[in-house]
Nanobody
Framework: QVQLVESGGGLVQPGGFLRLSCAAS????????MGWYRQPPGKQRELVAT???????KYADSVKGRFAISRSNGERKLYLQMNSLKPEDTAVYYC????????WGQGTQVTVSS
């Protein structure tokens, strides 16, 4: 099973930006879909964005136009560029790979607050 490790979370002011990274234990060429999910405090985990091997992307309505997902198969990395952050983006962000029944990272905390 592929191992995933997220990084790049932290505390940022409203309107700021962060770039999350997810490092995988092996190359991503054989993994069809990867994505970012998040779990806000007291709420269920929700989809943020996904990207296929062919580069097709999908975004939650709440992040369209502000977030951008990308992947580098050879570098074994998944990214999430988050701009114009809002307090409601505060959550633990998880990396996901559609491999071996589904693999998850341990999560990285993003807090948007002044």
């Amino acid at each position: 099973q592929v191992q995933l490790v997220e990084s790049g979370g932290g505390l940022v002011q409203p309107g700021g930006f962060l770039r999350l990274s997810c490092a995988a234990s092996r190359n991503l060429f054989s993994i069809y879909e990867m994505g970012w999910y998040r779990q806000p405090p007291g709420k269920q985990r929700e989809l943020v964005a996904t990207v296929t091997n062919g580069g097709r992307t999908k975004y939650a309505d709440s992040v369209k136009g502000r977030f951008a997902i990308s992947r580098s198969n050879g570098e074994r990395k998944l990214y999430l560029q988050m701009n114009s952050l809002k307090p409601e983006d505060t959550a633990v962000y998880y990396c996901y790979a559609d491999s071996d029944g589904g693999s998850w990272g341990q999560g990285t905390q993003v807090t948007v607050s002044s």
